[in-house]
């Protein structure tokens, strides 16, 4: 099978490669560190990531019944299920081994497939102090989301607009606020409350 190798799939494989290397230099104790994931440590958030290289259409729909059809509850379960029968360095090679993997969400498009990774990249590397993805990787994720990627996260950028002093990006219409791309998608995803 080739690759479809837009700009869009090579910022993907390129940020699974660099999550897996960061990764792979952590201790156990770093493996348990909470992440911006409430109820989530960084095990359990690379169990996520992995869970669509790892999951059978129908062992996907029958957890998703069990969890009366509410993603979030499913997402949950399932990541802390993992974490229990899978290893730190498992987690890991389900990652590494599955850098080139075509999955993308339902509906998200190859634009879908980068933001799920440069999201929950963030949702590990920041509370351990890594470095985040580059400023361009992260300004293709916010230019490429609508109005309505930001609801799912309860974030209303009514009056504000938000600019990025490291790339281009520019969200919303309103008072200007000037903020790093990295900042801008941690507020706009509700990992960070919105500047007043």
């Known amino acids: 099978m080739t690759d479809d190798l837009t700009p869009e799939r090579e910022h993907t494989i390129a ?18 560190v909470p992440s911006l ?3 989530w440590r960084i095990r359990e958030v690379v169990a996520h990531m992995t869970m669509p290289y790892r ?4 062992s996907f729909l029958t957890g998703l019944i069990a969890a009366r059809f509410s993603f979030n509850r499913y997402a949950d379960r399932a990541a802390h ?3 229990t029968r899978l290893s730190d360095p498992e987690l890991l090679a389900a990652l590494r081994d599955n850098v080139r993997h075509p999955w993308r969400p339902p509906g998200g498009g190859a634009v879908g497939a980068l933001s799920h990774d440069v999201i929950h990249g963030l949702d590990i590397t920041e509370p351990l102090g890594l470095p985040s993805a580059p400023p361009e990787r992260i300004a293709m994720v916010l230019n490429g989301s609508t109005p309505k990627s930001f609801a799912y996260f309860g974030t209303d950028l009514t009056g504000r607009q938000l600019r990025a002093s ?16 990295k900042d801008i998608l941690l507020t706009v995803t509700g990992r960070r409350p919105l500047p007043r």
């Open 15 to 32: 940020e699974r490669e660099r999550l897996a290397e960061l990764l792979a230099g952590l201790s156990p104790a770093q493996w348990a």
């Open 37 to 39: 994931c409430e109820g």
């Open 55 to 58: 999951t059978k259409p129908l």
């Open 81 to 83: 299920r993992d974490t």
């Open 166 to 181: 490291d790339a281009e990006v520019v969200l919303g219409s309103g008072t200007p606020i000037t903020l790093s791309a």
